[in-house]
């Protein structure tokens, strides 16, 4: 099937045969990231072990104190080495902030005109983490570690769009113009446009770089499609932060439709008035002050 936009014609069969093979040949994660997940999981692990794993990758190091030492965290003073900021945000902080800058430093290239808004993009990375995990202290607390994990599922939600700006700009670029103009939601733009969406690619991605089960599903669910029932409530968690942070101005582009939140989702989490100020108040201060990890994470 042909597809034309503008004066740029996008063969779909062939253009799914080349991103499919792309994400089959996808790289894997830096073997000193892989060495730190794994560490992470060994209750065994210290903290001065931790430090002297991330500390082999300077740039990685260098980011994660960076923003460590942002004002999200409100720490009382600047932490210098990687086993303080263990010793005082815990492992599973540290492991994430390493997974979210590690995986999303993969897909860095640059956008051409009328492709991914990168600003934009990063901007509404960093909204839905803060939404997410702000929804999760109200919605999840029978989970000790929901909040972090929902960061960080917010933060690479869609890390499957960066991964096809990347690598396939021009067609993304034909994805964008035949949303703007159709004023269709992304999802159905690259469907029609590449014959799979942002979500398929962004959980063949984490399933590749083996990230845990219901981190998979955050990323790869959040438009609820083929979500399983096992963890269907943290893909729920992700659409309602996706959703909320296009309506308090952290669009992902302009030029597509803003998603519609899922009823069963409104309902699964069943906020009165005052619960949804709250959650969008706590949002946008809470982006404010993670408002430099923008610019750290796109620094390569």
């Not at 994430?96 to 990168?118: D, E, H, Q, T």
């Not at 770089?209 to 269907?232: D, R, Y």
Request: aromatic letters at 10%.
């Amino acid at each position: 099937m042909l597809t034309e936009t503008r004066s740029v014609r996008v063969d779909r069969s062939a253009c799914l045969h080349a991103i499919e093979k792309r994400l089959t040949d996808l790289p894997p994660l830096p073997a000193v990231v892989v060495q730190i997940m794994r560490s992470i999981n060994n209750p065994s692990t210290s903290a001065e072990e931790l430090n002297n794993l991330i500390r082999m990758d300077q740039g990685l190091a260098s980011k994660v104190l960076r923003i460590v030492n942002s004002a999200y965290y409100g720490l009382p003073k600047k932490v210098s080495t990687i086993t303080q900021a263990v010793m005082i945000l815990g492992f599973n902080t540290v492991r994430n902030l390493v997974m979210g800058v590690s995986a999303l430093n993969a897909f860095s290239g640059k956008s051409i005109p009328y492709g991914l808004y990168r600003e934009k993009f990063w901007e509404h990375s960093v909204a839905v983490a803060v939404t997410a995990q702000t929804i999760a202290k109200k919605r999840m607390l029978q989970m000790k570690s929901a909040a972090e994990e929902a960061f960080i599922g917010g933060l690479l939600h869609d890390i499957g769009t960066l991964f096809l700006d990347c690598y396939f700009p021009v067609q993304y670029a034909v994805v964008m113009a035949y949303a703007d103009k159709e004023e269709k939601h992304c999802c159905v733009a690259e469907q029609l446009i590449l014959g799979l969406d942002h979500a398929y690619v962004g959980r063949n991605i984490a399933e590749k770089w083996c990230f845990p089960p219901h981190l998979v599903t955050m990323i790869g669910s959040h438009h609820l499609a083929n979500v399983s029932q096992e963890f269907k409530e943290w893909a729920w968690l992700i659409h309602a932060a996706d959703c909320i942070a296009w309506e308090i101005g952290y669009a992902a582009t302009p030029h597509a439709l803003a998603p519609e939140m899922n009823p069963k989702v409104n309902e699964w989490l069943g906020f009165n008035d005052e619960t949804w100020e709250w959650v969008y108040e706590t949002s946008k201060n809470q982006f404010k002050a993670l408002a430099s990890m923008i610019q750290i994470m796109k620094e390569r």
